[in-house]
């Protein structure tokens, strides 16, 4: 799937074969769906133009923690030090849940200062990284999807080396009234 949305919010077909071996018509999809598994944005800013209020980012948990098997996505061995993070969007006015998202987060690769803000948890990752003004790149791993979400993974590079990884899940009965 990599380099599949790259350069282009159009996939060249309506079906994307998904990791676990399902079809997914990405032409069914809602079209605002589609714009959040596509782009490579911040979420949180897309969401807040869309549903035109401000979203929360709300922490429900973050960790130190060593890796259990090794992760590609991020180029690390077993046992390597990340931060794990979990938060969901949901509407400041609304309180809509509009999605959930689990990061994690290579600490070696990025400044020490972004690591404090990320760990003292003022504002979501999107957020920090603009305001920072650290030069990213958003490269897409995977689109899957269970009864209830519809999700995506992505990983962010920085400096030529990836420093996040992080899965986005997006409840289908929210989107399919979009």
Not at 51 to 56: L, S
Not at 89 to 103: F, I, P, V
Not at 118 to 138: K, P, S, W
Not at 142 to 157: A, K, P, T
Request: net charge negative; hydrophobic share 40%.
């Amino acid at each position: 799937m990599r380099n599949l949305f790259a350069s282009s919010g159009y996939a060249g077909s309506d079906l994307l074969e998904l990791d676990s071996g399902e079809q997914l018509n990405l032409k069914e999809l809602p079209a605002f769906l589609r714009v959040l598994l596509t782009t490579d944005g911040t979420v949180t800013k897309i969401l807040e133009s869309y549903f035109w209020e401000p979203v929360n980012v709300n922490r429900l948990a973050q960790c130190r923690t060593v890796l259990a098997k090794p992760s590609a996505s991020l180029a690390l061995p077993r046992e390597s030090e990340v931060i794990e993070r979990r938060v969901s969007l949901s509407g400041a006015d609304s309180e809509r849940l509009y999605a959930l998202a689990r990061s994690f987060v290579n600490p070696a690769v990025l400044p020490s200062s972004l690591v404090q803000e990320l760990e003292a948890d003022r504002v979501g990752i999107g957020e920090l990284l603009r305001e920072t003004g650290l030069e990213t790149y958003r490269e897409l791993i995977s689109i899957g999807r269970d009864s209830m979400h519809i999700n995506r993974v992505y990983r962010i590079m920085s400096g030529g080396k990836p420093c996040m990884e992080i899965c986005e899940q997006f409840p289908l009965e929210l989107y399919s009234r979009c």
